[in-house]
Structure formats: C-alpha cells, structure tokens
C-alpha cells in the first residue's frame, strides 16, 4: 500500500508520511527525498531552572548515511546533546524532530514508543552484570515484549534468532552463556552494540564507546559500530573524545565549546584552526 503524504511544505513539496512504526524503507524513502532523518532547532537545556545553560542554541541535521560525530572539551556538553535527543534529558528549549515528527512535547507513552526506534549504545555499556551476554542483547527488545515477559525469557523464536546473529556479527557467539561480569571492557561494549541493533533502530544514539578502553580496542570498536551501522542502514550520532578516531570513523562533524556549537559540517574540512576554536587551550 503506498504511504498517504502530508500536506506541502512551506516553499513547495510533499511532505513524507511523519513516523509511526517507521520501517527500513521509510528511511530508504527519506533518503531518496534528500530529507534529514533527525533535525535539532535551537537546541537549550539546563539541569536546574537556576542552574548554567548546558547547551546554548544547538541547530544541526542527520541525513540517512550519516555517522556524525560530536567532539569537544570535558563539559562542553556533548553527553547532554546526546541524551537530549531521546530525552532522557529534557531539553528546556528548541526543537527535536525525529522523521518530521516534533518529539520534545511527546506524552510518556509515545515517548515509550519513539525509544524503540533509538537505539543508545552507553559510555560504561549498561550492561545486568548478573545476566548472561544472550538476555543482555534480548533485553533490546523490552520495548516489544514487555518487562513480564521479559522477566520469564519468554521472546519469540525470531528474536532469539536474531540475538544469535547479531552475537556472531559482533565475535561473541562463543559467549552466549556468561555473565556480562565475566567479559572483558571489548567485549562489554559489543554486546552493548548488539543489544542496541536488537531493537531495530532508525536512529543510533553513542555515548562516548571508547572511553573505558584502550588505543587498539577502541579503535577496533568503532571500526565495528560503523560496519554494523552501515549494514544495517542506521544513521549514528556518536559523542566522542578521541579526536582522532571522529576523523577516521566520522563523514560529519559538530564541535561543541561550552555549550556552544563551533563547527558543523563535513569532518574532512575540518582543520587545525576549528580544532583551535573548539578545544580552546585544551591539549589535543
């Protein structure tokens, strides 16, 4: 059945069909109508109502192909911008529209629904230690099965199946049956990454995957992020310190200074005076 367009956009053009159960081919049409999967307006937030401005007017878009990175100082507000965009901070003004579909206002249930199609990989990988590395990945798909079922393994032959493949993917299938706790920081951090592909995501939210781990890993988990995020057809907004590895790994960039936005655009042009402007007296 063809998608029922929107009214026009202002200046001309249909709009595509605002997100509800978003499909891979949704983003493949997204794409092919040269619109932003993800676009931030005028982005503030503040932890109190008296407390500092964290992030002062972030304006930035994510098209489809896009692994974007934000890099900046320590407290520049780089985890807040991320967390912000499934709203486990609540941005204080501006606008978040997720597949056309303002998000910032969204009732709680709703908000259920649009985190099924986030997927968040964390800075220190949130993982149930007591679990094994198989409900780690399968508790990707809490926001389908719900917490009871969940509670009682019970998820459908499908999910497991996939939980399997996406173990392999990442180099875990061997490990199925240990503990988180018994894993070393890599491979914490995979199955972080394939509990967030287990959910489906339109969107991958990363928080700072290399921080905990050493040059050679860290390397080699991003280079695993941005496989697996290319496979799957997920455009990835990545918060990270490592300068470097968002050069490598990075087609775009945003460089964040005191909660002000510095540099946006393609990470290729980026140059040793934008680094200067964004990290300040900061050693890179």
């Known amino acids: 059945m063809a998608m029922p367009l929107l009214p026009d956009r202002p200046g001309g053009g249909n709009v595509l069909p605002r997100l509800a159960g978003t499909s891979r081919s949704d983003i493949v049409a997204w794409k092919d109508a040269g619109m932003a ?26 098209e489809a192909d896009d692994f974007f990175a934000i890099i900046g100082p320590s407290g520049a507000g780089k985890s807040t911008l991320i967390r912000c965009i499934n709203r486990l901070v609540e941005p204080t003004a501006g606008e978040i529209l997720f597949f056309d579909r303002e998000i910032t206002k969204l009732p709680r249930r709703e908000l259920r629904l649009l985190r099924r199609d986030i997927g968040m990989i964390f800075q220190e990988f949130n993982l149930i230690d007591r679990m094994s590395v198989m409900d780690n990945v399968l508790s990707g798909r809490l926001g389908y099965t719900g917490t009871l079922r969940s509670l009682f393994r019970l998820f459908p032959r499908e999910d497991i199946q996939r939980a399997l493949e996406l173990l392999d993917r990442v180099g875990l299938i061997d490990h199925v049956d240990k503990r988180a706790d018994a894993l070393s920081g890599g491979q914490r951090q995979r199955v972080g990454i394939a509990r967030a592909l287990m959910q489906d995501p339109k969107l991958l939210l990363v928080d700072e995957p ?75």
């Open 37 to 62: 999967i993800l676009e931030v307006r005028n982005l503030r937030a503040r932890y109190t109502v008296s407390g500092p401005e964290i992030l002062k007017g972030i304006s930035f878009n994510v």
């Open 210 to 284: 290399t921080s905990a781990l050493d040059p050679k890993i860290s390397r080699e988990v991003m280079a695993l992020i941005k496989q697996m995020a290319n496979e799957f057809k997920v455009p990835c907004l990545c918060n990270i310190h490592d300068v470097q590895l968002a050069m490598e790994f990075c087609n775009k960039t945003i460089g964040l200074q005191d909660g002000i936005k510095m540099f946006d655009g393609p990470t290729e042009t980026m140059n040793k005076g934008n680094l200067e402007k964004i990290y300040a007296m900061e050693v890179l």
